[in-house]
């Protein structure tokens, strides 16, 4: 049997070291700079390409006065070289995160991170010193079996099970009209003539939870000339800071407004609202790694039961 042989049925198998010597290549089109991110020399770099052109018996590059280029057998073997190269850095990745005991990442969208989660972590610290925490703001849908998060708060336009995931569902959501107290609006009061603040969905599907549903279900008629001066912003955060500034009425999440409501930097207007989304706090569906996970998913639950306004069924 070939020394680089598992069996009489499979492809022989070079070294490794070749094969980063020849990925890394493929990618810069240089041995100079394929050395550099190895940390070999481009004469050690021409000898590992070397000899697995000679292991294979074909030609990888056409050497040309200082370049190289892939030739055909060199760009297929290329794009099969550089993809497995990048799966086996994000398994080894995946394993570290996996491996690192006590610290523990959370993702939840950019609004939901800045208005809720982040104002709690000075005491999720105090109560459990021993938990390092990475937070993670994404609008993308993070995958928790890659390990680049451990715990997710989300939020979907409905309820549904997913085999792979343990997904405690917190409650339902809606959007309340708010403003800030400076613009001196009475709750229950006709505010449809001031500025509306508008801003861009970007986290649920299938949902228009907007001032024009708002308008509508409310049966409220605004006149053209009163929508002149509404705002409108990519994010829902901008949206937050603009009624906070008292530049006019927003739409937003009652759960995330709810510590400005207590505080008094904003307030309800009317009990007219939108059905909101469903949110909840996902995991991997497997058992803890250690009893630390298990303490911090229990207090992000407790946390979330107890201070985000939703609606129960």
Do not use: C
Request: proline share 4%; net charge neutral.
């Amino acid at each position: 049997m070939d020394k680089y042989s598992s069996s009489m049925n499979e492809p022989r198998l070079p070294p490794l070291s070749m094969f980063l010597a020849f990925e890394a290549a493929s990618r810069h089109l240089s041995f100079k700079l394929a050395a550099n991110e190895l940390a070999l020399s481009p004469a050690a770099i021409s000898h590992q390409i070397r000899n697995l052109e000679a292991q294979l018996g074909v030609q990888l590059f056409e050497r040309q006065v200082r370049q190289v280029q892939l030739t055909e057998a060199g760009k297929t073997l290329a794009h099969f070289a550089q993809a497995g190269i990048s799966e086996l850095r994000d398994g080894i990745a995946a394993l570290e995160r996996h491996s690192a005991r006590n610290r523990f990442t959370i993702t939840a969208t950019s609004t939901f991170t800045a208005l809720w989660l982040t104002p709690r972590l000075a005491k999720l610290r105090q109560e459990n010193p021993s938990i390092a925490v990475r937070v993670l703001a994404s609008e993308e849908l993070i995958n928790l079996h890659t390990y680049e998060a451990d715990f997710a708060f989300r939020i979907f336009a409905e309820k549904r099970d997913q085999s792979d995931l343990d997904i405690h569902w917190l409650g339902q959501d809606e959007m309340i009209p708010v403003a800030s107290p400076t613009l001196n609006i009475k709750p229950g009061s006709d505010f449809h003539s001031l500025p509306f603040i508008h801003f861009e969905f970007k986290n649920i599907s299938k949902h228009d939870q907007n001032w024009e549903k708002w308008l509508r279900i409310h049966k409220i008629r605004r006149r053209k000339n009163e929508a002149a001066a509404d705002i409108s912003f990519s994010d829902e955060f901008h949206a937050y800071q603009a009624a906070i500034a008292g530049q006019g009425v927003a739409l937003l999440s009652r759960a995330l407004v709810k510590d400005a409501i207590d505080r008094g930097i904003l307030i309800k207007l009317s009990e007219n609202s939108l059905p909101g989304g469903f949110m909840a706090l996902v995991r991997r569906n497997e058992p803890p790694r250690q009893r630390t996970e298990k303490a911090l998913w229990n207090w992000l639950l407790i946390e979330a039961q107890t201070n985000l306004s939703l609606t129960h069924d």
